[in-house]
């Protein structure tokens, strides 16, 4: 029973219901351009790289609220669907998830670019069905 | 004085590839040898472990001179996990091999190179060589911090160059 489970996706297509069931919507990945190795403007600050808004949905943010701590940014945990990550990793030929959100410059939603400061998967039988990213807001809001 | 920051990295980055061409990092996609500038890179929460990571952190001018010399702090920070294979084990080892290629980079001679302007640069475009010369002090180092299962260390080294006219 557990084989067929893993094999079907079962549990990644039961998030995704409950990401939408819970008012799941999306938000941008913003994905800079890839480095330019013989270019050493890139590295001296000289030259900035494009980017590239991706959409990342469903997605639904853990608690309405976010974390507030005296004197730091706010935070907020964004759980993402593993289906439309598993989707993001194979159509933009990155090697795996980790790698994808490593390279992703921020989170963008509702105008507002947040940093990407964690991310960790919750899995069943090896398989990834859910995605929580912690974002930060800009210093720039911070009170 | 961004010209003389640019050199120096460019120098050491060069030198410390030179030692060690095995010390690479992937940014954006790219694998580059395994030194950076922080303030030139993307924001990230991200921090790259094996690697040296420069951050200008002090600055001194003298006028007295007929030309201003500009002193500068670089803080090099670099970390390691250790090996996962041997249980990090090793990280130890690993950081005072760090340790050696920082000082045979900044230690060998000569200690001034001939600053250059990398603001026309690019592709197929070579710098611009100026007038003046960036030189550097000998490192100093700081004591190693363990926290978990991470051991760092940042180094600093004084670096010193003429601000030229006309010079930002």
């Known amino acids: ?143 | 004085m961004q010209n003389a920051k640019d050199t120096f990295y460019v120098t050491l980055q060069s030198r410390l590839a030179a030692l060690n061409p095995a010390r690479t990092i992937v940014v954006r996609g790219v694998v580059r040898p395994g030194t950076l500038v922080e303030e030139n890179e993307l924001p990230s929460a991200w921090v790259p472990v094996n690697a040296f990571r420069l951050q200008w952190t002090g600055l001194h001018v003298n006028s007295g001179g007929p030309l201003p010399m500009v002193s500068m702090e670089c803080s090099i920070q670099y970390a390691t996990d250790g090996t996962s294979g041997n249980g990090g084990m090793d990280r130890g080892r690993l950081l005072a091999a760090m340790d050696a290629e920082l000082v045979s980079a900044l230690s060998a001679e000569p200690h001034t190179v001939p600053k250059m302007n990398y603001s026309a640069a690019g592709d197929g475009v070579a710098p611009a060589a100026m007038g003046t010369n960036v030189f550097w002090a000998d490192p100093v180092f700081g004591a190693a911090t363990a926290a978990e299962d991470r051991l760092a260390r940042t180094t600093t080294v004084q670096v010193y160059a003429y601000q030229e006219a006309g010079e930002l």
Do not use: C, H
Not at chain 1, 102 to 116: F, H, K, R, T
């Open chain 1, 1 to 143: 029973m557990s084989d067929l489970v893993n094999a079907t996706g079962a549990a990644a297509r039961t998030a995704d219901v409950l990401l939408r069931a819970l008012g799941g919507r999306t938000v941008m990945l913003r994905m800079p351009a890839p480095a330019v190795p013989t270019d050493v403007t890139e590295q001296l600050g000289i030259a900035t790289p494009t980017f590239q808004d991706t959409p990342l949905g469903p997605v639904v943010y853990r608690k309405a609220r976010a974390t507030v701590a005296d004197a730091k940014a706010a935070k907020w945990e964004l759980l993402v669907s593993a289906t439309v990550v598993a989707s993001l990793v194979g159509s933009l030929t990155y090697t795996s998830a980790s790698v994808l959100f490593a390279a992703a410059y921020g989170v963008l939603s509702n105008d507002e670019l947040l940093e990407i400061e964690s991310v960790t998967q919750e899995q069943i039988f090896g398989e990834p069905y859910v995605y929580r990213l912690v974002l930060r807001a800009p210093l720039s809001q911070m009170v």
